[in-house]
């Protein structure tokens, strides 16, 4: 009975780490930003917001990896 948790634990380890793998977090290069605010617009879920500092942030908890953002960035700053 232990070697069947055993087993369990190790497939939701590989599936937590090609989930990883697979939905890499997008971020912002905020030196290359120049706040031009079309990723908040185009955002579908409004997972980005202008920052404090005028640069463009990427709630994690919120994108999900669409790349709508990275498509429509006129300074290529999302990666
Ligand atoms: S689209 Fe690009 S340049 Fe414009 S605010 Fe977003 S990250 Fe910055
Ligand atoms: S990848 Fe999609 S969901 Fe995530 S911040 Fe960009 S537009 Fe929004």
Same mark, same amino acid.
């Given at each position: +009975?232990? !070697?069947?948790?055993?087993? @369990? ?6 599936? @937590?780490?090609?989930?990883? $793998? *697979? *939905?890499p #977090?997008? *971020? $912002? ?10 990723? $908040?617009?185009?955002?579908? @879920?409004?997972? +980005? #917001?202008?920052g #404090? ?12 990896? &669409?790349? !709508?953002?990275?498509? @429509? &960035?006129? #300074?290529?700053?999302?990666?």
């Amino acid at each position: +009975m232990k !070697k069947f948790w055993l087993i @369990i634990l190790f497939i939701i380890i590989i599936i @937590i780490s090609c989930d990883k $793998v *697979n *939905n890499p #977090e997008y *971020n $912002v290069d905020k030196s290359a930003c120049n706040s031009c605010g079309a990723c $908040v617009s185009i955002c579908p @879920i409004d997972a +980005m #917001e202008i920052g #404090e500092d005028g640069k463009a942030i990427i709630d994690q908890t919120k994108c999900n990896q &669409c790349g !709508k953002c990275i498509a @429509i &960035c006129p #300074e290529d700053a999302i990666y």
